[in-house]
């Protein structure tokens, strides 16, 4: 996981390489013209009408490539942005009233060391790839990507802002390779259906052809992508001779049906697992796609079930902040890039005013049941969703639209003692996304607004928001020759419910209303909430060697949109800096290089500073191939406190700390491609340390068979880990609260390993096998002093408490009670075989242990693991089927 983080922040500023073998585009007014001039590769070409559809075998003997003009000026943009390349390619373009063909052609005089690695669709591999790119608006902003290696396999994606892919992107399309004495070919057959266009008759479509030379690391494309400008759909070429081009109505329906048994687990009166049992379960539902015009679709799913997708890491979560989980689910990944509405971006990952995991979650009120209500109750682990669907598109004009809702059912507790509780009500997710460009797309001003509204009873709504709503305006502006940014937002939010609903989200670790050492409007009457925020950022994306960003963000106290969005913390403000020097020109020391300059600070909107660090990382990838990365981050430079750690408490002054990290990637064209990255942490004048190693090996046993095994050892000493707290009656009567803190020894030990076999194309079989142990010990429990003292050892005080109220009171605490040993595996088998295109058998094995009632505190592995892999399995057996129609 670090691995990728690295990368996606490494690599950030060049939209084409956001995967190992990206596609990319460009667009130009230009007029069609199949000759260059003054040298230059042209920028236009033409597609022909086919009389008859080619047949689809990789061999280009058909009559319509005969006469169909050759694309050839394909120029390198990697290793050397605009330079000769090695060996010629050439594409063909035609078209019928069904569908777009494409012909590639990769010339190499060595067809034997063509790399040709099979692996499931959508599965990267430092083979040969061609590809199709597609901006079939011609708006310069959006794009289809269609990519074929040389044994055949697929993968595909969905371009928005730009350069935004969307992997997920799922399309019907047929290609067929051949290799040949004088190199490979791809024949692409693109069912009209699965673009979008305007309905004018005669369209120009922006279109990009690139080639990667698995063995070489070479890179090729038609036109010239150049990586020091910005964008990737905006560098496309034109291609005309569309004429009489309909886009015919779209109507797919993809019904399913899945048959599983699960298990259950029966508790005794104290929420101990007391029995096992199974279930059997069946349901049906289905997948409908329909091309309402040329520009829009609409998305559906029926009752929608996700079995074959691979479970969360696990985690033991012990921040005062919920653990955001990346979607999974095929049908919200797709097309996500449309509802993006960024409130807040860190290492690569960014989150905002839509988080589709809330729907479809874990109840929310299942721990209040089982805590406070009826420990041995029943519980879900998700609500069903009952329907979803989601209407997107784009006009000429350059206005984008987009509309999502989704229901989930009530989903209920079961107990003795509770008889029956709601732990999740019925409840309506809408989110609409309406965006309009300016200037060929360099100018984009949007508007998002998202509402989300339960059915709640006398029990729910104690607990729960009745409405929530949010939206917001955004806008970027490309000036300059297009080299620079300007872009920002404002939003708005409201939460609505009974009194105890609001006062628990006042006193909610994103709000902190109630904070002791702060002045804010906290009433614990109040039936609703509201909220703003604001951000304004300026940006270098093209042009030269240097980028930068400086960033500026507001959010008020008050500010909310966990119910569909996602949301750390609010009452902030903060600004960022970021400097970088890209080296793209390979030398005889490396092939390309980024040095990046990080600063940060932030403050409570009281002005309470929270946050002043800095960083700076240095990535090189060598002749070699290989990667080196390493950095180093500090923290603290100025005074800093922690408005979270003391739990609703008072702010507590941050000690300086320090975080280096170094790393390597080896060769992934080789069979055996080994992996490393290391850091260490250092704060609170050394009482607090810690490092981690996360090594990896990638196997490739074969062309077909591929195997990657990476273990995770953390160590972590934290000397002011929150405890707990502790409220105790003084002499008169009066209530004292005691916030108190542990130094916590923590020690995990995970491993994540996968195996993937690739009999065809379409039959896949794929294995996931994640254990996770973590072990912590807490010693010198200690209570809240002067916390915002300059000397650390005058925060803390030791935690003696008396209570008056109770003279049998012990003086002391054990800390130990806090102790854990926290252990828990993922396993998920999947056979996967696509038995015509749309539709797909699957057959799905998923394995979860849990245990956590031994050993606290000692970490030992052997045992550890053996422990786990000894704890009862809950198996789960899958099988799912679904049949696609195009009608």
């Known amino acids: 996981?670090?691995?990728?983080?690295?990368?996606?922040?490494?690599?950030?500023?060049?939209?084409?390489?956001?995967?190992?073998?990206?596609?990319?585009?460009?667009?130009?007014?230009?007029?069609?013209n199949l000759?260059?001039?003054?040298?230059?590769?042209?920028?236009?070409?033409?597609?022909?009408?086919?009389?008859?559809a080619p047949v689809l075998d990789g061999h280009g003997d058909d009559a319509v490539w005969a006469s169909a003009p050759e694309i050839t000026s394909f120029r390198q943009f990697e290793p050397n942005e605009d330079g000769n390349p090695t060996y010629a390619t050439s594409a063909k373009v035609a078209f019928d009233d069904r569908n777009l063909y494409v012909l590639l052609h990769a010339v190499d005089p060595h067809p034997d060391s063509i790399v040709a690695q099979l692996t499931r669709r959508d599965q990267g591999s430092p083979s040969d790839w061609l590809m199709v790119l597609i901006d079939s608006y011609n708006d310069h902003r959006t794009g289809f990507e269609f990519h074929v290696n040389a044994a055949g396999v697929k993968r595909d994606y969905s371009i928005i802002n730009?350069?935004?892919?969307?992997?997920?992107?799922?399309?019907?399309?047929?290609?067929?390779?051949?290799?040949?004495?004088?190199?490979?070919?791809?024949?692409?057959?693109?069912?009209?259906?699965?673009?979008?266009?305007?309905?004018?008759?005669?369209?120009?479509?922006?279109?990009?052809?690139?080639?990667?030379?698995?063995?070489?690391?070479?890179?090729?494309?038609?036109?010239?992508?150049?990586?020091?400008?910005?964008?990737?759909?905006?560098?496309?070429?034109?291609?005309?001779?569309?004429?009489?081009?309909?886009?015919?109505?779209?109507?797919?329906?993809?019904p399913y049906t899945v048959v599983k048994t699960v298990p259950q687990h029966q508790l005794d009166g104290g929420g101990t697992v007391a029995g096992y049992d199974r279930a059997n379960l069946s349901t049906v539902g289905a997948d409908i796609k329909y091309g309402v015009t040329s520009n829009f679709t609409l998305d559906a799913t029926i009752n929608?079930?996700?079995?074959?997708?691979?479970?969360?890491?696990?985690?033991?979560?012990?921040?005062?902040?919920?653990?955001?989980?990346?979607?999974?689910?095929?049908?919200?990944?797709?097309?996500?890039?449309?509802?993006?509405?960024?409130?807040?971006?860190?290492?690569?990952?960014?989150?905002?005013?839509?988080?589709?995991?809330?729907?479809?979650?874990?109840?929310?009120?299942?721990?209040?049941?089982?805590?406070?209500?009826?420990?041995?109750?029943?519980?879900?682990?998700?609500?069903?969703?009952?329907?979803?669907?989601?209407?997107?598109?784009?006009?000429?004009?350059?206005?984008?639209?987009?509309?999502f809702d989704a229901m989930t059912d009530e989903r209920k507790a079961y107990g003795a003692t509770i008889g029956e509780l709601v732990a999740e009500p019925r409840t309506n997710y809408l989110v609409g996304r309406v965006a309009q460009d300016f200037r060929k797309g360099k100018t984009t001003i949007g508007v998002m607004a998202t509402a989300t509204d339960r059915s709640l009873d006398d029990f729910t709504s104690l607990s729960l928001a009745r409405s929530?709503?949010?939206?917001?305006?955004?806008?970027?502006?490309?000036?300059?020759?297009?080299?620079?940014?300007?872009?920002?937002?404002?939003?708005?939010?409201?939460?609505?419910?009974?009194?105890?609903?609001?006062?628990?989200?006042?006193?909610?670790?994103?709000?902190?209303?109630?904070?002791?050492?702060?002045?804010?409007?906290?009433?614990?009457?109040?039936?609703?909430?509201?909220?703003?925020?604001?951000?304004?950022?300026?940006?270098?994306?093209?042009?030269?060697?240097?980028?930068?960003?400086?960033?500026?963000?507001?959010?008020?106290?008050?500010?909310?949109?966990?119910?569909?969005?996602?949301?750390?913390?609010?009452?902030?403000?903060?600004?960022?800096?970021?400097y970088a020097f890209q080296f793209n020109k390979p030398t005889a020391w490396y092939r390309q290089a980024r040095l990046n300059f990080n600063q940060w600070a932030g403050w409570t909107t009281e002005g309470l500073r929270t946050d002043f660090g800095g960083n700076v990382n240095f990535h090189v990838q060598l002749p070699s191939m290989w990667w080196i990365h390493t950095g180093i981050s500090s923290n603290g430079w100025l005074p800093t406190f922690d408005d979270r750690t003391s739990r609703g408490g008072p702010a507590v002054r941050n000690s300086k700390s320090i975080n280096p990290w170094l790393g390597f990637e080896g060769d992934s064209r080789k069979r055996i491609t080994p992996y490393f990255f290391t850091g260490a942490f250092q704060a609170d004048g050394n009482r607090s340390h810690g490092f981690y190693v996360d090594p990896e090996l990638d196997f490739r046993a074969s062309d077909r068979l591929t195997f990657s095994a990476g273990p995770h050892f953390q160590h972590d000493v934290n000397d002011a880990q929150w405890f707990s707290r502790f409220d105790t009656m003084n002499a008169d009567s009066t209530y004292a609260s005691h916030y108190s803190f542990?130094?916590?020894?923590?020690?995990?030990?995970?491993?994540?390993?996968?195996?993937?076999?690739?009999?065809?194309?379409?039959?896949?079989?794929?294995?996931?096998?994640?254990?996770?142990?973590?072990?912590?010990?807490?010693?010198?429990?200690?209570?809240?002093?002067?916390?915002?003292?300059?000397?650390?050892?005058?925060?803390?005080?030791?935690?003696?408490?008396?209570?008056?109220?109770?003279?049998?009171?012990?003086?002391?605490?054990?800390?130990?009670?806090?102790?854990?040993?926290?252990?828990?595996?993922?396993?998920?088998?999947?056979?996967?075989?696509?038995?015509?295109?749309?539709?797909?058998?699957?057959?799905?094995?998923?394995?979860?242990?849990?245990?956590?009632?031994?050993?606290?505190?000692?970490?030992?592995?052997?045992?550890?693991?053996?422990?786990?892999?000894?704890?009862?399995?809950?198996?789960?057996?899958?099988?799912?089927?679904?049949?696609?129609?195009?009608?």
Not at 1 to 18: E, H, Q
Not at 167 to 181: E, F, H, L, P, Q
Not at 534 to 556: I, Q
């Open 468 to 578: 929530a709503y949010v939206a917001g305006i955004d806008a970027r502006h490309r000036f300059f020759k297009d080299n620079y940014e300007l872009s920002g937002f404002l939003a708005a939010s409201t939460v609505r419910g009974s009194a105890d609903a609001i006062n628990s989200l006042q006193l909610d670790a994103r709000h902190n209303y109630a904070r002791p050492d702060a002045s804010l409007p906290y009433d614990p009457t109040r039936t609703e909430l509201g909220g703003n925020a604001e951000h304004l950022s300026l940006s270098k994306v093209g042009g030269g060697m240097t980028r930068f960003t400086l960033d500026y963000r507001v959010l008020s106290p008050g500010f909310e949109m966990n119910d569909v969005g996602y949301l750390s913390r609010a009452d902030q403000r903060s600004e960022s800096g970021w």
């Open 162 to 254: 730009d350069g935004n892919e969307d992997g997920s992107w799922d399309a019907i399309w047929d290609v067929a390779t051949a290799i040949d004495r004088d190199g490979w070919t791809a024949e692409f057959r693109i069912p009209l259906s699965q673009l979008r266009f305007p309905p004018n008759g005669s369209p120009t479509f922006g279109m990009m052809f690139v080639r990667n030379i698995g063995r070489s690391g070479e890179r090729i494309s038609w036109p010239a992508l150049r990586k020091s400008k910005s964008g990737l759909v905006s560098q496309f070429a034109e291609v005309s001779g569309f004429a009489g081009l309909s886009s015919p109505r779209r109507l797919e329906v993809t």
């Open 35 to 52: 000759a260059a001039k003054d040298g230059a590769v042209p920028m236009a070409a033409a597609a022909v009408r086919a009389s008859a």
């Open 1 to 32: 996981m670090r691995r990728i983080l690295l990368l996606s922040a490494l690599l950030a500023p060049c939209a084409l390489v956001a995967q190992t073998e990206v596609a990319t585009t460009a667009a130009s007014t230009a007029r069609p």
């Open 304 to 403: 929608p079930d996700f079995g074959q997708v691979e479970a969360d890491p696990s985690n033991l979560n012990l921040t005062a902040f919920e653990t955001f989980y990346s979607e999974r689910r095929p049908f919200f990944m797709e097309g996500a890039g449309l509802f993006r509405f960024d409130v807040n971006c860190n290492d690569g990952t960014c989150s905002g005013m839509f988080y589709s995991r809330r729907i479809g979650r874990r109840p929310q009120l299942n721990d209040d049941i089982q805590a406070n209500y009826d420990a041995a109750a029943s519980v879900s682990q998700s609500t069903p969703i009952l329907g979803a669907a989601k209407l997107t598109g784009r006009t000429e004009s350059g206005l984008q639209l987009g509309i």
């Open 742 to 887: 542990a130094h916590l020894d923590q020690r995990t030990l995970s491993m994540t390993t996968r195996l993937d076999y690739t009999a065809t194309p379409a039959l896949t079989f794929q294995v996931y096998v994640a254990p996770y142990v973590t072990v912590g010990h807490y010693t010198k429990l200690r209570e809240l002093n002067d916390p915002r003292a300059a000397s650390y050892a005058d925060r803390y005080k030791l935690y003696t408490p008396f209570d008056y109220a109770d003279t049998t009171a012990y003086v002391g605490y054990d800390a130990s009670a806090g102790d854990f040993n926290y252990k828990a595996l993922n396993t998920n088998a999947v056979v996967r075989w696509e038995y015509r295109p749309g539709s797909s058998l699957f057959l799905v094995w998923q394995q979860g242990r849990e245990q956590s009632d031994r050993n606290y505190g000692q970490f030992a592995a052997g045992r550890d693991y053996r422990d786990l892999f000894r704890s009862h399995p809950d198996n789960t057996f899958l099988i799912k089927a679904s049949y696609w129609l195009s009608l």
